[in-house]
């Protein structure tokens, strides 16, 4: 929060105007764009889609207070080399889950996949693979998880349980793609913006940075690529 304050001063500072709105409709106009929310409608000739993704989150009681703790966590490109010598589970909804998993491995020496669906089914050949990498398949599934002080217990049918200092769900997300499609952006097979190497779609005037892409989803990248659309507007709006 204290860096989104400063950033938000920073901008004021350069004459940015910062609205704190829910944006309800993006729509193609004479010589731009126009954006709709509850409260007024703002014009502009180019757009800088930055809406990230919805990711799905896991049933895990008090979630808020796992999450300020550390006991949940979401990304381990982010955070993985904090987790060292911890008991971690990853949450799966489908194989794709064990890639987490085997990633985490580098860091710690005890990590169990956890199925949070009957339907999360791994092949023959993605468990030799898990037992090759030390990674422990739990067959149950998880009736609940809740946070017990700083770590989070997870229940299973006959009364078992088990715990762990951090889970990282691996559920899925889906990118906030919807207002671009819409105007008949490109996307991925997923709902990922397809962009050029000046960040724009294939929409003139709409560019878009950070997880709505397809790719890394961090906050570094993000930047970098938030860099690469103000420029090429920046010059865009100079021959206009």
């Given at each position: 929060?204290?860096?989104?304050?400063?950033?938000?001063?920073?901008?004021?500072?350069?004459?940015?105007?910062?609205?704190?709105?829910?944006?309800?409709?993006?729509?193609?106009?004479?010589?731009?764009?126009?954006?709709?929310?509850?409260?007024?409608?703002?014009?502009?000739?180019?757009?800088?889609?930055?809406?990230?993704?919805?990711?799905?989150?896991?049933?895990?009681?008090?979630?808020?207070?796992?999450?300020?703790?550390?006991?949940?966590?979401?990304?381990?490109?982010?955070?993985?080399?904090?987790?060292?010598?911890?008991?971690?589970?990853?949450?799966?909804s489908?194989?794709?889950?064990?890639?987490?998993?085997?990633?985490?491995?580098?860091?710690?020496?005890?990590?169990?996949?956890?199925?949070?669906?009957?339907?999360c089914?791994?092949?023959?050949?993605?468990?030799?693979?898990?037992?090759?990498?030390?990674?422990?398949?739990?067959?149950?599934?998880?009736?609940?998880?809740?946070?017990?002080?700083d770590?989070?217990?997870?229940?299973?049918?006959?009364?078992?349980?088990?715990?762990?200092?951090i889970?990282?769900?691996?559920?899925?997300?889906?990118?906030?793609?919807?207002f671009?499609?819409?105007?008949?952006?490109?996307?991925?097979?997923?709902?990922?913006?397809?962009?050029?190497?000046?960040?724009?779609?294939?929409?003139?005037?709409?560019?878009?940075?950070?997880?709505?892409?397809?790719?890394?989803?961090?906050?570094?990248?993000?930047?970098?690529?938030?860099?690469?659309?103000?420029?090429?507007?920046?010059?865009?709006?100079?021959?206009?």
């Amino acid at each position: 929060m204290e860096l989104h304050r400063r950033m938000s001063r920073q901008a004021e500072r350069y004459g940015s105007r910062l609205v704190v709105e829910r944006a309800e409709a993006l729509t193609q106009i004479c010589g731009g764009f126009a954006v709709r929310s509850a409260s007024l409608t703002l014009h502009a000739r180019t757009v800088i889609l930055a809406t990230g993704v919805a990711v799905t989150e896991p049933q895990v009681d008090n979630l808020a207070e796992a999450v300020a703790c550390g006991a949940v966590r979401y990304c381990p490109i982010c955070d993985g080399l904090e987790t060292g010598g911890k008991r971690i589970a990853v949450l799966g909804s489908k194989g794709a889950s064990l890639g987490e998993a085997i990633f985490l491995r580098t860091y710690s020496d005890d990590i169990t996949l956890l199925r949070a669906t009957q339907a999360c089914v791994l092949s023959q050949d993605q468990r030799e693979d898990a037992a090759r990498n030390g990674i422990r398949l739990e067959e149950r599934l998880p009736e609940a998880i809740e946070l017990v002080g700083d770590q989070l217990l997870v229940r299973f049918a006959n009364s078992e349980s088990d715990w762990f200092n951090i889970v990282y769900p691996c559920l899925g997300s889906a990118p906030r793609s919807d207002f671009a499609a819409a105007l008949g952006a490109d996307t991925t097979a997923t709902g990922g913006l397809l962009v050029d190497s000046r960040q724009q779609t294939n929409i003139p005037g709409l560019y878009a940075a950070g997880d709505v892409l397809e790719g890394l989803d961090q906050i570094a990248t993000a930047c970098g690529q938030g860099a690469t659309a103000a420029t090429a507007i920046h010059n865009r709006l100079r021959q206009l």
